[in-house]
């Protein structure tokens, strides 16, 4: 036998943020390879599949890549309908590449289902879009963290070249980028977001400059969070730093 693989998108967190297409795919599906922070809603629509955990998280014990690998080949050798379930969209930062040549290279069918990325859900959290005319033209994904043999990457230069920089597995090296940001020109006050758990009850924000980015990541948990730079974000970050009025609550960390 050789079934299909499909690299389904978990989305960024809420269960009824996933598309009806993969909510589908899980339904029927034989075996399901999943991520560490895809939702236990998600996890519970397959109702036959055996669920296999390959997850990774920062600073944690992570399954291999080559070792998924391998488990996807060998699970599309026994069974018809294969997902491998990816937190947000499996195109972006989430290794779907490095799946697809090795599904191909092995000869079996593979199929990508897109999910709505962190930075989409983020901007929602936060109600301001990530590009505005007039004052947003240009948007750059980008992680600063470097794998394990992988060589460094000037990250820093495309986000102070666009207008709203999205900065992903950021809020670990929040120094580091404060630094990284201001030796490439970006001024110490630019605002800044970190949002954290976007699009689940008990997200938070942490409103920042980017000269006080660690001390802003300090204040977040342990969920995933995600990084926003930008001057669309300044009314955000203005308000935040007014001393708030008696009676009224803000939704940050």
């Known amino acids: 036998m050789s079934g299909t693989v499909y690299l389904v ?7 009824d943020l996933l598309t009806l297409r993969a909510a589908r795919l899980l339904e029927r599906a034989d075996i399901v390879l999943h991520d560490a922070l895809v939702h236990p809603e998600v996890l519970a629509l397959p109702r036959n599949a055996a669920l296999v955990p ?17 488990q996807l080949i060998d699970a599309a050798r026994r069974h018809a309908t294969v997902v491998r379930l990816k937190g947000g969209d ?5 290794r779907a590449q490095e799946e697809i ?8 069918r593979v199929e990508v289902v897109p ?6 859900a983020a901007s929602a959290e936060v109600l301001q879009s990530m590009t505005e005319r007039g004052r947003s033209r240009s948007v750059v994904f980008l992680t600063p963290r470097v794998g394990d043999g992988e060589s460094g990457h000037d990250w820093a230069r495309p986000a102070a070249a666009a ?19 201001q030796a490439a020109g970006v001024p110490r006050g630019r605002p800044a977001l970190l949002v954290e758990d976007a699009s689940l009850p008990h997200a938070r ?3 920042a400059r980017v000269e006080s980015l ?17 001057d669309v974000y300044e009314e955000i970050v203005a308000r935040a730093e007014t001393p708030a009025q008696p009676g009224t609550q803000r939704r940050t960390a």
């Open 90 to 94: 499996p195109m972006l930062f989430g």
């Open 54 to 70: 390959v997850g990774k998280r920062c600073g944690r014990l992570s399954t291999a890549q080559r070792f998924i690998n391998k």
């Open 205 to 207: 924000i942490a409103p």
């Open 9 to 15: 998108g978990a989305g960024a967190g809420a269960p």
């Open 115 to 120: 999910g709505i990325s962190a930075a989409f």
């Open 163 to 181: 207008d709203t920089a999205v900065l992903y597995m950021a809020s670990r090296q929040a120094q580091a980028i404060c630094e990284g940001l």
């Open 101 to 108: 040549d090795a599904l191909r290279e092995a000869g079996i």
């Open 214 to 230: 660690a001390r802003a990541a300090a204040t977040l948990g342990d969920g995933p969070a995600l990084l926003l730079i930008g």
